[in-house]
DNA sequence: TCCTAGCATCTGGTCTGACCAGATGCTAGG
DNA sequence: CCTAGCATCTGGTCAGACCAGATGCTAGGA
């Protein structure tokens, strides 16, 4: 099945030929690789060979070990955790600024809503109101539960969007601006009044997405973002929001008829 | 009753504690780590244990290695290679669907566009124009050149565009995209009348950046994009994509009007 | 007969010590 | 002063050993 290895880092082969074996599908996941051992003799190398190879291999979410079993490492084939870990990471080695983070939420969110309101079934509305319902329905003091339900209502937009990839990194930028809003200014949003306004909002994002006006629902979610976001920036960051923010223009272009709210 | 104070896996201590390192500054990119057996006696741990660490922080981008020299692993911090290889791997594993792909590079790229037309200094467009120099002039045959000046003319407007995290993220989708695309459809695009289209297709947009025509160079990338890759997406997929693309509709919506799919 | 305690045996996780090839940098000889 | 050459460092690999935990069979008790 393996063949031994011959050219550059040992290990490097023995990633790429269990990576291609799950590739094209002679593994599905769900299976079990080989024990270390017996991969020890196939590839014929050492094992410490092996299991750096295999170190990789999970680090990229392709298998997951765990000790005591009698069959092997199990493939899993889920990338998506590794995949947003190492966004986080280069979120977090590249100093994004905060406007930065925010300037490309505001595309990706209002995008996600575009396409929901397209794309939405009667489930998915049905996810977005239960978690709208969650939000109205917290202790005011539990800002907790409120993130979460917030976090609830955007996840099901996501789904009702259909992208997996912008599924991905929206979650991770979403968190990313947590840490750091969390960090930066503390203050008060999401408690009080505001957090009325935050409910009423996404209620009107939810009624866009539903009567399946996408443009609403994307300019719906930029002012949104302009609107909490805006006043920990500077002016000149601010200006690079409202580049996108539609007081004239659209996320991308098209001011076209619409929006000319000015 | 009794909680062991043993904790997880002894690697994952080492990549939590380097990682962190890095990523709070006390390593920058170009910095040297320690050589794996000093780690071994800074850490306490096996030499195994530290090869293991690092590996999976080399997986991640965040450190090179290479044997021979006297100063031990180089923090590189540059996590775009690993991250679209990961992209590509969850592509093949069918975790993200090419059209998923294609799509939120057309998100990207036209929003990139659409900054740029804004923000494009004169050095912006000179480099712009260099790149489309370098299309026109590679011999016919030479498509890893014009594919190279093709990467360098895209680099422009992201930088332009102004947005860190957009850089990397569009850096790595469109990496991802290419090699997947190179090994899905090998047909002729980039050769013959079709590189001549290409580089008609840059030049258009170069125009639409150099007169801030924010929302033409915005929906010529959408274009592009659909005219590229559309051929090699079935007709429920290209829906997809046509509903990001701007016949009718721009990116983010406003054309109202066009969402009567339901 | 059935059930369960216990053990052999497997797994991954870790450590030690060793050797190799290549790059570095100092040093001795030109 | 320059350069050839060697000591020494690096990462890459291997072999062998031990541990803790999970599995599954088996023998003994109900």
Partial sequence: MFTPVTKGRAFESVVAQIEAAIYDGRFKTGDYLPSERALVEQFSVGRSTVREALRILENMGLIKTSPGSHKGPRVSASMTQGLSRMLNGAVKVEQISLVDLVQYRMMTGSTANFLAAHLRTAEHLAEMAEAIGLMAGTEPGDSEAFARADAQFHAAIRKAAGNALMDIINNVIEDAIVDLVRDTVDSSPRTGQVRAEFVRTHQEIYDAI?????????????????????????????????????????????????????
Same sequence: chains 1, 2.
């Fill in 210 to 262: 539903e009567r399946g006006d996408a443009e609403a629902a994307a300019s719906l979610s930029r002012h949104s973002l302009t609107a909490v976001y805006g006043g920990a920036l500077s002016p000149e960051e601010r200006r690079r929001l409202e580049l996108l923010d539609g007081t004239a223009s659209s996320i991308a272009g098209t001011t076209s008829s619409t929006a000319s709210t000015e």
